[in-house]
């Protein structure tokens, strides 16, 4: 992964932005990042970067010019004051002290752990084995919790394991594209450049949009269906009504591999395209040509994201869509399956290693006893917790009632990320003790941090994370750490070790047992982990650094006793003979599922409309989302004038309708109400997005977008208005459905 050019050096990495997981080359020179492209022989990007990976040495250097890094542990004596610096050492004792006085006081589950999908697999890891191995609670999630975990669990649901099933590669064999709750041309650009390629290089494959706005990736779409918001399950069972109506399905395959498709045939039967027309807001015609392309393709794949996840029904939209892929035999072929595209660089590996309150490493499950068994057989402790650990609304929730007391947030920023912004503001006030495990010290959540740790950030971290298509990549250090910044898994492991020294001991062999100052530690880590996946679906036994550094990113299943690999595994097309591919592309092909009987199962569920329906006092849709340009919430993109060239500042994006019927002009401040708070900002008329409808984007925060709670309390971005009710099963929330009242905004 090193090399020199005279006196400029280049280690591989990855970007640390969306799940594509696209390869980097870092240039550097001494300490200082000086350029960054893409590596040729990455099989996700083959050389491209988007703006937002091109820029990404760019916005390093603006850190440090900007001086946004958090480069030393501070402590803040009282609430509201500044922190103040201290060394490493007093930093974790301090925290090892309140943490280990709260669990003694109040119990193993006063404490919750709050981490990212932002983070590396090793990190993750450690996280996971501190709280459900030593501490011995599972209150630990992750801002994935918000991205992934609907997709998770239709995954389970269905095909019985957590693995997307196709790869990257799939774009140059499907016939049909189906994209359903996804701008992939923003949110995934190097895809969208792989299906643009696609589709030039095979002008007959059809792409069918689905999404409640006309978005970038509607441009190469032959048909766009603008349904409602939330409508997305009834969309499904009205194409299953289609294809049995016509005879679309693939019975064979059905009787071969499935199980419960009888009851789910019954329950679409009044699905019919009448009613689906009218609920979802679409034409009939154009629900039978999706059912046709859908269904008759020589190879139909599916690409969905948040569109899907973020809501009340998000396993239940998961479920039914691959419902349609099992009922018409679209998987496990080149170029066939449903395939969910993850959102952020390491979502995937966090939910390798079980980095969530319902999951154990390598897709186990907290629920079952044996699950729980084995992890403590491999972590060498008593036992893991069986009580269910609390998810990401309902950690925030229970912490804002005083139930949990300590709160150790890393690599994330709730305090503008997480919806119904005024219970989780409150809940960061109430909390006895919270620890900001950061790279940045600008985010909005380090204002209610006792003890603030600095992390390091890309360039400088080391370890690996897996994409969206289950390559797992090495993340390579270009640079040294700045300042007392340190590796999170290594600042954690440091932690763990004290905590242990000092709560009633669960092993007889030390847990925590790594090199904390040398990339050795992350290795040892990687190792623990790969054992746990022995004959588990991801087992990635066959792998290990070496062969990451000396063969390139691979993907899992990869197990030890097979020869899945070579240089071709049906996913290496364009990469240079000496990069040999050992992992799985394709999962299914044999059609054996990883349930109990070998067989997929059907999900069988009744269409629910949004959580929140509009109703005269709130008449409006809001829905929210990315920007081309910018990462989550800016505190790395944010400090580059030239990614707000594309959008420049927050709008209330509405159809020129609505606009029309407020009087209201392009420009004009206007105030966004929801049942828990307001926000102020332009409007904009867009026909973009139907009437009845708005769209505010995610990334914009405290500076740029103040507002109040319902209850007068200080709040600031979209936040603000969105809703904490979340799906039954995923526990993820509707980040993509409030309704909301809009009207010109009366200034003092
Ligand atoms: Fe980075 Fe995603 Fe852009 Fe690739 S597509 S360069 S991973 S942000």
């Given at each position: 992964g090193l090399s020199m050019h005279g006196a400029t050096r280049e280690t591989r990495s990855t970007c640390?932005?969306?799940?594509?997981g696209c390869g980097v080359i870092i240039e550097s020179a001494g300490a200082q990042i000086t350029g960054v492209r893409g590596d040729?022989?990455?099989?996700?990007?083959?050389?491209r970067l988007c703006t937002k990976g091109s820029t990404l040495h760019l916005t390093a250097t603006a850190a440090v010019t900007m001086q946004t890094r958090l480069l030393q542990p501070m402590r803040r004596a009282e609430r509201g004051t500044a922190p103040a610096a201290i060394t490493w050492d007093a930093a974790l004792d301090t925290a090892t002290a309140k943490f280990a006085q709260v669990i003694r006081d109040h119990?193993?589950?006063?404490v919750g752990f709050y981490i990212s999908g932002q983070l590396l697999t090793e990190d993750y890891y450690v996280f996971n084995k501190l709280a459900?191995?030593?501490?011995?609670?599972?209150n630990i999630d992750t801002n994935s919790r918000l991205c992934m975990s609907s997709a998770v669990a239709g995954y389970k649901k269905?095909?019985?394991?957590?693995?997307?099933?196709?790869?990257?590669?799939d774009f140059n064999h499907a016939q049909c594209l189906f994209i359903v709750g996804s701008n992939t041309a923003w949110a995934h650009p190097i895809l969208f450049r792989r299906i643009e390629d696609a589709k030039r290089a095979n002008p007959a494959m059809k792409i069918v949009v689905v999404d409640p706005r006309r978005t970038?990736?509607?441009?190469?779409?032959?048909?766009?269906?603008?349904?409602?918001?939330?409508t997305d399950v009834m969309l499904f069972h009205g194409l299953l009504h289609l294809m049995l109506r016509e005879g679309w399905t693939r019975p064979d395959y059905i009787a071969a591999h499935t199980s419960g498709f009888d009851t789910l045939a019954a329950r679409v039967r009044d699905c019919t395209p009448e009613r689906v027309a009218q609920v979802c807001g679409i034409d009939a015609r154009d629900l039978l040509e999706t059912a046709r392309l859908f269904a008759t393709s020589a190879a139909t794949l599916s690409l969905y994201c948040q569109?899907?996840?973020?809501?009340?029904s998000g396993t239940a939209k998961n479920a039914t869509l691959i419902n349609l892929h099992l009922a018409t035999g679209?998987?496990?072929?080149?170029?066939?399956g449903p395939f969910s595209l993850t959102g952020q660089p390491n979502a995937m590996g966090g939910r390798e290693v079980g980095g969530m309150a319902n999951l154990l490493g390598a897709?186990?499950?907290?629920?079952n006893p044996a699950h729980r068994a084995e992890v403590a057989a491999l972590w060498g402790v008593a036992d893991v917790p069986a009580a269910p650990g609390k998810t990401a609304v309902e950690m925030f929730q229970a912490a804002a009632d005083g139930e949990v007391r300590a709160l150790w947030i890393a690599c994330t920023n709730p305090a503008q990320s997480?919806?119904?912004?005024a219970t989780v503001r409150r809940a960061l006030e109430r909390c006895e003790f919270v620890v900001v495990q950061e790279?940045?010290?600008?985010?909005?959540t380090c204002a209610y941090a006792d003890l603030l740790l600095p992390a390091t950030t890309w360039g400088e971290k080391l370890g690996t994370v897996t994409n969206s298509e289950r390559r797992i990549s090495r993340v390579r250090q270009a640079v040294p750490a700045p300042g007392g910044a340190r590796h999170d898994w290594s600042a954690v492991a440091d932690f763990a070790q004290r905590l242990e020294a000092v709560?009633?001991?669960?092993?007889?062999?030390?847990l925590f047992p790594y090199?904390?100052?040398?990339?050795a530690g992350a290795e040892a880590i990687w190792n623990e982990h790969r054992e746990s996946?022995?004959?588990?679906?991801?087992?990635?036994?066959?792998?290990?650094w070496p062969i990451l550094d000396a063969q390139g990113p691979q993907q899992w299943p990869?197990?030890?006793?097979?020869?899945?690999?070579?240089?071709?595994?049906?996913?290496?097309?364009?990469?240079?003979?000496?990069r040999r591919q050992f992992g799985?592309?394709?999962?299914?092909e044999d059609g054996v599922f990883p349930t109990p009987d070998g067989r997929a199962r059907f999900y069988d569920v009744a269409y629910k409309p949004v959580a929140e329906a509009r109703e005269p006092r709130y008449p409006l849709s809001l829905n929210t989302g990315r920007l081309r340009d910018q990462w989550h919430g800016?505190?790395?993109?944010?400090?580059?004038?030239?990614?707000?060239?594309?959008?420049p500042e927050p709008v209330v994006q509405m159809h020129p309708q609505d606009m029309v019927h407020r009087a209201l002009r392009d420009g004009d401040l206007v105030q966004v109400a929801s049942k828990r708070g307001a926000i102020v900002l332009p409007a904009q008329g867009s026909t973009d997005i139907g009437p009845g409808q708005s769209f505010i984007a995610?990334?914009?925060?405290?500076e740029a977008l103040s507002g109040r709670s319902s209850a007068g309390e200080r709040l600031a971005g979209v936040n603000t208005l969105s809703t904490p009710v979340f799906c039954p099963?995923?526990?993820?929330?509707?980040?993509k459905h409030a309704a909301v009242q809009i009207a010109k905004a009366e200034l003092p």
């Open positions: 640390p932005y969306c799940g594509v040729p022989d990455h099989p996700a990007n083959f050389g119990g193993h589950d006063a459900k191995g030593l501490i011995g609670t599972n269905t095909l019985g394991a957590d693995a997307p099933p196709a790869c990257y590669d970038d990736t509607c441009e190469i779409a032959d048909l766009h269906l603008a349904i409602q918001p939330g569109g899907l996840n973020q809501s009340s679209q998987i496990g072929r080149p170029g066939a897709h186990r499950d907290l629920a997480m919806p119904d912004q790279a940045f010290a600008t985010t909005a709560l009633p001991p669960r092993s007889v062999t030390p090199a904390l100052d040398a990339e996946t022995r004959g588990r679906d991801l087992d990635i036994t066959g792998l290990s990869c197990p030890a006793d097979t020869a899945c690999g070579g240089n071709d595994n049906g996913n290496a097309t364009a990469l240079p003979a000496v799985k592309a394709r999962l299914y800016m505190s790395r993109t944010g400090t580059l004038g030239r990614l707000f060239g594309h959008v995610m990334h914009w925060g405290e099963d995923s526990k993820q929330p509707e980040l």
